[in-house]
C-alpha cells in the first residue's frame, strides 16, 4: 500500500497554534514508543514553551491545504555549545511517511544557515526505528547512545 504523499505549507509557528500542537504531541507521548516526552502536554506547557525560546530558536509548523496542522519541528540552541543546535520533529500520527518531516526539514536549513549554527544534533529513542530511518534519510549520523537514546548529527556545510 503506498500512502499519498501530504502537500503542505510550513511556516513559524504561532503562539495561537498552543492547543493545536498539545492535540498533536499527546497521542505521540501516548504511544510510550516514540519520544522520551512523558505526561500529557498542556495548551499551557506550549504556551510556555512558545514564549521562553531561547534566541536563535527555529520553530516551524507544516499545515496542509486546509490548514490542519500536519507536524512541527524546532531547534534549539545547545547551552553549551553555540555552533549546535537540538532537533525535535512531531509528525501527526495520521500524516507519517507522507513527507511533512522532509518538508519542516527543508524549511529548517534555510533557516539554521542564516544563523550560523555548523551542527544539527537529535536524541532519538533507541526503539523507534522509524525516527532513527526518518533521520538517516536526511543525512543525519549516528554517534553515539546515551540513557537509551541515539545521537545523530548533521554537520550543515
Sequence with gaps: ??????????????????????DLINPIIADGKLTAMTGTMT??????????????SVY????????TLLGIQDCLPAPDRPTQCD??????L???RRGVGKALFREMLKHLKRLDFQTIRAVIREENADARAFYRRLGFIETGNENNNVIASYALN
Design 1 to 22: 500500500m503506498t500512502t499519498a504523499k501530504a502537500t503542505c505549507r510550513v511556516r513559524q509557528v504561532r503562539f495561537s497554534d498552543a492547543a493545536v500542537i498539545s
Design 94 to 96: 495520521k500524516a507519517s
Design 87 to 92: 532537533i525535535s520533529t512531531f509528525v501527526d
Design 43 to 56: 495548551v499551557q506547557d506550549q504556551e510556555d514553551f512558545i514564549r521562553t525560546l531561547p534566541n536563535r
Design 60 to 67: 516551524l509548523a507544516a499545515d496542509d491545504e486546509k490548514e
